[in-house]
């Protein structure tokens, strides 16, 4: 059994610290203590230090061996050893001679200063600084040494004695005293050489410098001087004045002169000096010089003359040439697009630096051209060719530095270079380089597929796709590689081969993927197998991968191939996989709402909008519309435009398209927006102002929403164009129509087009309709009879009995909406009582048949038609609110024409004047004069009666009603008799009014009266005034509001002038404000007050019209009275409140009311009157004295109940005979009972004027006492 250690196993010593990380240890330390030797700290030492023993030139030496390049030690060591040798020979000298006692002393003196100097400074760091103690002393008995009968080394030693102890002017003064007594220029210059070595050794650079210029101004010798200034040269540049050194060498050119060297010396010094200009300059001067060098050769080897010639490339004859010689000169020709190379003779040295410094100046050019130079006369050197491919890349010549960095690629196999290759050639699209690259990493990595299809690319871009395919042949083992070559091959038009490829690689049915069988399908399908790739899709069915890119091409190509074979489950299988992937296009789409438009069109419908959805393309858009149209589906048109307008992206997408706009307004137009559809339709036609579509939505919109006065400004816009358009006219008639002036409609629109439409049932009743408003009544009785006869026939004809036939008109089964409205009409236009009722109550309880809980728009207007024509105003306005106002008014409006019939038959001021201010020419030509005659607006009514009488010249109503107008509104003169019968006094009143029409607006009247006054009872009153004025009032009426100023004169008691302003204003058609401010107005407060006084008047008030019905009136007034001279009698205020119901509005009228008011006096006592103011007491019979109530009353209420018929017609125009009269029952506070009773005739006797007699009886008035009687004759005369 062995059980030596040397059978048993060894075990690894452990290692606590690797070896490498010893060695990296030991570099980092080495490093750092190498960084922290005080090199520089030791050099500064031993140049500012005066010590010149053998210790410290030792050290020096030593220092200088380990660094022997160091410049600056080896000048320090220089100036040592002069110093040395100085004092060496001074201390010989000084042993030969005997000097002077005093100069001997002197020198003794110095030397043993200088020598405890020198130890002490030896000493410096133990002696605490005795050495700078020591300095002056030191440096006083030097300048004791008198300088005479030295010898030159004795003041050399002197001059260098001084440098150390740091009195540079004074070592300098003695060299030049030295210097100076040299009678020999070489002497005098040595002395200067020796000196600015000592002060080089002393670091003074400049001081070196200058000595060192004046030893080469000193010497003779050329050479000598220009070593001396070379030598000064570099004392500069090592004292870091490079600067100071360059602007020297500037000054000396001359005599430092042009040889390469020293222009190369030059060079480094101006690089140094940061000048790179002067670097730049330097440079050309040397490539120059070397050029001209080469010229020269050139001229010695053509005379046979100098050496041999050399190997020339001709591109120095490219650089024009800077030397000049007698009849010869040189002329530019041309300039050349770049400035050619230079053609110098290759000379490695002068080429790289003259790169490097036109590098270093940024001279890209100048520097391509050194290096393209360089690269033609060395194709070899492939540094010069790196140079190049960088400068030309830097320089943006991409195309040369590509070549270059190929040729090195190609030629080293440098992987930078093959980099810098493949990153250049891509962009320069040079396939020529991108090829060899490729080739280059695929000789590496030959199955990788990218860089294969890059290969395959670039030599399609070089038109050798055979190249690609040889390559793949050869090469291409993978699925991958056979799946590029089939590619490739099928592009270069090898079909065969490519469907061999693909069958190699589909033969593996994991590779049977639709990105590979998709290709491979269509490919077997050109050459005649599509079977095979039908079962290659079908097969790629269960590997689409999820997010698959290219599934929707994969889907469409799949349903097509199936749809040629005519597998149908296939294809429809396919094409809704596709519609369900994001990649479905617009044709799919296309392609199934045409297939399910045969079938099912709300699922058409539904794809439309989804396909609108996705592409926003506007013919699917109108597509489903129309499709929901058809289906009345509004709910889902109205929801896919609110999707639009919530996306301002898409809205403005669609701006510009017309189709759009004729949707969107035919939407708004159902859905009751007009204004909206108003606004969609006109940026339609402003795209395309040629739509017919978008004209007649536009104009049927506002035919639609009657909004005549934007109807009025199209068609006079317009309606010149449009009339071009065949198509328009039935839309241009209903227009017109709709603005009352059938006359048009028919001679421009309908007539011209009746026999092409005879068997159109629905134009024959618009027709129909346009006779009748035309006032041809007979002629649309007669044409409706026969459609009612020919409707009957065929009906008979179709289902064999009129009653089954006139039920069957009522339904929606085979017939359109329009002509069964068309129809009912024509039913109950030819059937009267209670059969006509009966029809009526049928067509109603139909129409609500099918789940309806209100009647359609059109039954209920024909409830309002068939209630208007028989005159059942009160049941229409009822049948109005029920079915407008209270279930329908959301979503639409009552019929106008219904509304404003209802309004003028029964009166209603406040309603036509609503109905006026809204739609004005929308109303129908006779109820908007009618309306505007009602309200007031006889200008208005004027204005519409000739408007129409324009269009409609046959129409003898609307004749009538503007004449009738015309008088309203003419100037007349009248003419009013008055005999009234008081309890006291009669009066006779005669009174003639003058009234002109200024304009619409103004009015002006000029009225006399003649009051005649006579005693009936002495023992009341005696002596009566009689009473004349004239009187002038001007009015001013508009809209809302009215005017009136009037301003008298008036003579009775005493003469006065009566003036008062007036002014009505109307909030709204219901409720009107008034307001008066009078001044000297009469007054009949009292009998006395009735012929001698007057007041000042100021009321307010306001009357609103509860309903077409009832009017409430409220007035307040406060007024002062005074005595005609101007003696103020009292005051009293008033308020009045009055109730009045119309009971019938239309003629005859009856009306009932109740008032009441209250009046409250302040009274004077008239027994106060005196002089002219008591003249009115003069009334009083003999012996009565005046009492408080002489001139006002007391304070009273007055109230009663009255009953008015016919009473407009007192003062309103009338044609026939009128009679009207009034009755009030009175109760006066003070004065108890009373009535009011008067009555009366109204006529015309000549047409143009109006003739009123009436009779008025009264007691117990507001201002009168017992009975009162009054005969009224009222005559006017219009012109």
Sequence with gaps: MSNSKRNAGGSERPITVPFWLIALLAVLIGGALWMLFPKQDLERRLSVTGDDSELSYNYLSNL????????????????????????????????????????????????????????????????????????PQVMQALKDVPLQGLTQEQALYLASSALVLKDAPLA????????????????????????????????????????????????????????????????????????????????????????????????????????????????????????????????????????????????????????????????????????PPPGLPFDDKTYLLGYEVFLENRNLEDAWRVATAAVRQAPQDMAWRERLAQVSEWMGQQQQALD??????????????????????PGLFDDRALIAGLRHQLSRRSQDAALQQALVQAYERQAEPGEAIDYLQKHGSTPQSQILLAQLAERAGRSQLALQAWKRVLADPEQRTPAHAMPAAVLALLQGEPALGLRWLEDAQTRIPAGMQDEGEYWRLLGDLAQDQRQEALTLKAYRRLLQTPHAGISDYDEVIRLLQ??????????????????????????????????????????????????????????????????????????????????????????????????????????????????????????????????????????????????VALERYLKPHRAEHADDFLWMMQYADALEQNQQADRAWSLRQQLWTREKVRARAQDGAAALAARKWLTAEGLDEVQRQARSRLMLFHTQGDAEFALMRELLRMDLEGGRREHSAAAAELAIAWLQERGEYQAERGYLWQQYARSRSKSTSSPLWAEITVALAEKDVAQAGQLLQRHDEALPRYDRINAAAMVGDVRLAQTAAFENMADQPDDDPLHLALTEQLLAFSDYGGLQLRNRRMDAIDEQVSRLRWHVGLNPRWALDLDAEDVRRTVNKNTLVRGPSQERGIGLRLTRKTQSASSEFMLGRRESLEDYTPMQFTQTYNVDSRWSLQASLGRHLATQETLAMRMGGMKDRVSLGSSYQLSRLDQITLELASERYRVQSGARVGSGNHATLQYLHTYRSEAPTLQFGAFTSWHRYSRNDPALLQGRDAAILGYLPPFNDPTIDYLLPRSFRFSGLQMMFNTGYEQQYTRALRPYASLALTHHSVNGAGYELGMGLATSLFGADHLALGLNLSKSGINTVGNTRELLLTYRLHY
């Design 64 to 135: 200088l061996k380990s660094d022997p390049g160091n410049e600056n030690l080896r000048a320090l060591l220089k100036a040592k050893e002069e110093r040395l040798q100085a004092i060496k020979l001074a201390r010989e000298e000084a042993a030969k001679q005997a000097l002077p006692s005093a100069a001997v002393q002197a020198w003794d003196h110095w030397q043993a200063a200088y020598q405890g100097y020198l130890e002490a400074q030896k000493q410096d760091h133990r002696a605490g600084g005795q050495a700078e103690v020591l300095a």
């Design 172 to 339: 300098l003064g003695i060299y030049d005293d030295v210097a100076e007594r040299q009678a020999d220029p070489a002497r005098k210059a040595q002395v200067y050489e020796s000196a600015a070595r000592q002060a080089l050794g002393m670091s003074l650079y400049e001081e070196s410098a200058r000595l060192l210029r004046q030893a080469s101004a000193t010497t003779e010798d050329v050479q000598q001087s220009r070593a001396y200034l070379w030598q000064a040269l570099q004392v500069l540049q090592s004292g870091n004045r490079a600067n100071e050194a360059l602007a020297l060498a500037r000054q000396q050119e001359e005599l430092l002169g042009s040889d390469p060297e020293t222009l190369r010396k030059l060079i480094g010094l101006a690089r140094a000096a940061g000048n790179r200009a002067e670097a730049e300059r330097y440079a050309k001067r040397l490539l120059q010089l070397s050029l001209l060098q080469q010229w020269q050769t050139q001229v010695a080897g053509a005379s046979g003359a100098g050496p041999d010639p050399v190997a020339d490339d001709g591109a120095w004859a490219l650089q024009p040439v800077a030397w000049t010689a007698p009849g010869w000169r040189m002329l530019r020709t041309a300039d050349p697009a770049r400035k």
């Design 404 to 425: 270059s960095w190929l040729v090195i690629a190609q030629n080293t196999g440098r992987e930078d270079a093959w980099k810098t290759v493949m990153r250049l050639a």
């Design 598 to 743: 045969r079938a099912d069109r709300r699922e058409a419908a539904r794809m439309s909008l989804h396909a609108w959805e996705q592409f926003h393309d506007v013919r699917h858009l109108t597509q489903a519309f129309y499709l929901l149209e058809d289906l009345e589906d509004w709910t889902q048109i109205g929801s896919q435009v609110e999707r639009i307008l919530a996306d301002p992206a898409l809205v403005k997408r669609l701006q510009g398209q017309p189709t759009f706009f004729q949707i969107l307004g035919a939407y708004y137009q159902r859905t009751a927006q007009s204004k909206k559809a108003m606004e969609a339709f006109e940026k339609g036609l402003a795209l395309d102002p040629g739509s017919t579509p978008l004209r007649q939505g536009l104009m049927w919109l506002l035919i639609d929403t009657q909004n005549a006065a934007a109807l009025k400004l199209l068609l006079a816009a317009a309606e010149p164009v449009w009339a071009r358009d065949a198509d328009m006219h039935g839309a241009l008639a209903a227009a017109y129509m709709t603005l009352s002036r059938p006359a």
